[in-house]
């Protein structure tokens, strides 16, 4: 008997977890098409950014080993 109103109390939690998280769904505020392009375009461009002066900085680095070494 205790193993069934186990079982009835667990289905019974995941029954309100799922009511609780379609409640706070709704209070989400979406955003536009507008807003995720240009955020998407602030993400490429910093991740160009950033790529570019790692790649600068990675070749001094090796030319300055390379001078050392030699």
Known sequence: ???EEKKAGF????????????TELKKVVW??????RNNTG??????ILVGAIIAVL??????LVNTLLK
């Open 1 to 3: 008997m205790a193993s």
């Open 31 to 36: 955003p536009t098409f507008k807003q995720v």
């Open 11 to 22: 289905f019974k939690r995941i029954a309100a977890y799922f009511r609780e998280m379609k």
């Open 58 to 63: 990675d070749f001094f680095f090796q030319f």
């Open 42 to 47: 602030v993400v490429i461009t910093a991740l």
